[in-house]
């Protein structure tokens, strides 16, 4: 592996990046990838308090939010009914130019499949199944060069791009697993951030881990990285802290500040460690339970210490038919939904 050599070097690269961090505003967005397959069914509309017709971004302005945060996959399958595709290049281009335009910031979202990837799927696209390390490894460079670039030529430029979507344990496995060939999974890292780099030097390079109120899991990764002189510069955690995901099915755990609270110890133990700020990328609440989104949402804003740079609901503008019953909406009429008190409560903070 290409490692960085010097600890000047090192040193200066580091504080320069964390400087450069520090001057972002407090990122407050969300992630609202759904956006466009939403609006192609028709069958619902977002609307603002006077109940007039509004664009999903403009909600978002609407309510505070600063960010959007976007997924991409590499070879996403067509709908069934309609045999259109969505989360890959085009449909992220279409949605970050309608981001730009409504004054949002944007954060890209790299899964590295065809799917979801998250800790308990991270499949490796189809496409690449037959790859080994040297050829996964310029897989990885091609698509998010390819991304990249049709970005850049349609004027949008990521503030953040995390390479990897939820990766405690790795990503595009088997090759790609952290626990069986952690050498591999840097090298796949690696590849990514440095091709981001290359092409969106001033972008905000990020590792995504779930459960930010659990250290261990950040810490196997990110020593890792570190262990092969890895660069990326921010952290990105998934936090659901009022979620009992244990339980069957899964209940609202009405004792969340205490996750909460250990997550936002995590973020100076992350600094002292390994001199790195972070970001929570992914947060979200039954819909059913507005008051205390509300609640959550508003603490962890207020709450947030030096190094937390930023919070990302995901994913508040989802409809019925979804089955994805953590957004942040509600109905206010026939087929009609307005932002709940959940997602105004970015813009009271």
Not at 37 to 54: C, F, M, N, R, S
Not at 62 to 79: S, Y
Not at 122 to 143: F, G, M, R, T, Y
Request: hydrophobic share 40%.
């Amino acid at each position: 592996m290409k490692r960085l050599t010097g600890f000047i070097c090192v040193y200066v690269m580091g504080c320069l990046c964390c400087m450069a961090q520090s001057r972002l505003p407090f990122a407050k967005g969300a992630d609202i990838s759904w956006i466009t397959q939403i609006e192609h069914t028709a069958k619902y509309q977002l609307v603002d308090e006077q109940g007039q017709p509004i664009d999903g971004f403009q909600m978002m302005r609407d309510c505070g939010m600063n960010m959007v945060r976007l997924r991409v996959w590499v070879h996403p399958r067509p709908d069934r009914h309609d045999g259109v595709t969505w989360c890959d290049t085009h449909d992220v281009v279409v949605k970050a130019v309608r981001a730009k335009k409504a004054g949002l910031r944007l954060m890209l979202d790299f899964h590295y499949s065809n799917w979801w990837a998250d800790p308990g799927q991270q499949h490796v696209p189809e496409e690449w199944k037959d790859c080994n390390i040297d050829q996964l490894c310029d897989s990885v460079e091609a698509h998010t060069t390819e991304v990249l670039l049709a970005l850049r030529d349609a004027g949008v430029t990521p503030t953040w791009i995390q390479v990897g979507n939820e990766t405690p344990t790795g990503f595009m496995k088997p090759l790609g697993d952290a626990t069986e060939h952690p050498e591999y999974f840097a090298r796949l890292f690696q590849r990514g951030e440095q091709t981001c780099k290359r092409i969106c030097p001033e972008a905000v390079t990020m590792v995504h881990i779930d459960n930010g109120f659990m250290m261990e899991r950040t810490e196997f990764i990110l020593d890792i990285l570190q262990k092969y002189d890895v660069h990326y510069d921010m952290l990105g955690w998934s936090l659901y802290p009022a979620m009992n995901w244990l339980a069957e099915p899964p209940v609202i755990d009405l004792n969340w500040q205490v996750k909460a609270d250990q997550c936002i110890a995590n973020v100076d133990k992350i600094y002292q460690k390994y001199g790195k700020e972070a970001m929570i990328v992914e947060i979200g609440i039954p819909d059913d339970h507005e008051a205390l989104c509300a609640e959550v949402i508003s603490y962890m804003i207020s709450h947030a210490p030096d190094h937390l740079r930023g919070l990302v609901y995901w994913e508040p503008i989802t409809t019925p038919d979804f089955g994805y019953k953590m957004g942040a909406l509600k109905s206010c009429g026939d087929r009609q939904f307005m932002a709940n008190d959940g997602m105004k409560a970015f813009g009271k903070n």
